[in-house]
């Protein structure tokens, strides 16, 4: 820390110039100094680094291998100083180009991504929107690298890295589905219908079946058989038309199955608790007029969908 507090951040810009050019007028005019101060910077940097930084040579001036070392660190160093200090980033949807991605669950991706590109399509029409799977930490560590945006669609029971910031996106009913020739079943379970039938149940993440709909059955002294454990809704749906099994969704999600597939919603046991989604993304970002907007319209969009 010493050695920094007596440095001159400066230098640096001279440092990054003399490695590139190898020749303190070159340097100099791509700093904006004149040569006599280039050369004094570069004194200031051999005396602070105890190093020749260049040295003299028959093929001219050559960095020696320290200075070599340092280069990709420094620029480095360089580039996020003016990231830092840039000024605040201007978003304009209608002429912006942006690609973002999401790494989402099945429910975003069937339920909210067809209004959203639809009005995309209207409002900012350059925009792309690329989907990605989430899995267990990989959407976590993409996140970290900044190469994707969101994470849109985790139950709010799923643990996240507490530096992440996560918000309440989507609190929505949650519903049964049967297969349309499955007449055994009535209009609303009771819960001990509930518990009797055979249920195709779903992971999260990190392979754990257990949800808010079992800790709530567990409260009331019993618990689901399943018949399979898939990781979207969408599997799911597709068993349930097969067979004489059950599924537990958001609602949003039934009433499109119900639209495709032979299946028929049913009500389920009074008392189930709703699931409420959430909305993460990186701290880093969280001042970014981009990454704002695209969350204002992902907020906004499923909210007007879950309300109807």
């Excluded at 973002?100 to 350059?126: C, G, H, N, W």
């Excluded at 068993?239 to 039934?254: E, F, R, S, W, Y």
Aim: with cysteine; proline share 6%; hydrophobic share 45%.
């Amino acid at each position: 820390m010493s050695q920094l507090r007596s440095l001159d951040l400066n230098l640096l810009l001279v440092f990054d110039a003399l490695l590139t050019e190898r020749h303190v007028t070159r340097a100099a005019e791509k700093v904006f100094l004149s040569q006599s101060a280039t050369s004094h910077a570069l004194n200031r940097l051999r005396e602070q680094l105890d190093d020749p930084i260049l040295v003299r040579t028959e093929r001219g001036m050559q960095p020696t291998p320290r200075a070599v070392d340092m280069l990709p660190q420094i620029r480095q160093a360089l580039k996020l100083l003016e990231r830092t200090l840039a000024p605040p980033e201007q978003f304009f949807p209608a002429e912006s180009e942006r690609t973002f991605v999401i790494a989402s669950t099945d429910y975003f991706e069937a339920v909210v991504l067809p209004p959203l590109v639809a009005y995309l399509q209207r409002e900012a029409p350059k925009i792309r929107i690329e989907i990605e799977l989430i899995t267990d930490r990989a959407s976590e560590q993409a996140l970290e690298s900044h190469d994707i945006d969101l994470v849109v669609g985790l139950d709010s029971s799923q643990e996240v890295p507490s530096h992440l910031i996560s918000e309440a996106w989507v609190q929505e009913e949650q519903v049964c589905v049967v297969g349309a020739n499955n007449t055994q079943v009535t209009d609303v379970l009771s819960l001990d219908e509930y518990i009797s039938m055979t249920h195709v149940v779903f992971s999260d993440l990190s392979g754990i079946a257990t949800s808010n709909i079992d800790v709530w059955l567990e409260s009331q002294g019993c618990s689901r058989q399943s018949i399979s454990r898939n990781l979207n809704y969408t599997a799911a749906a597709c068993i349930v038309a097969q067979t004489d099994a059950i599924i537990t969704l958001p609602k949003q999600m039934a009433l499109l199955f119900c639209s495709m597939l032979p299946v028929r919603l049913i009500g389920p046991p009074e008392g189930l608790p709703d699931v409420n989604m959430t909305l993460i993304y990186h701290p880093f970002f969280a001042k970014s007029p981009s990454i704002r907007w695209l969350k204002e319209r992902v907020i906004e969009l499923g909210q007007n969908i879950v309300d109807g």
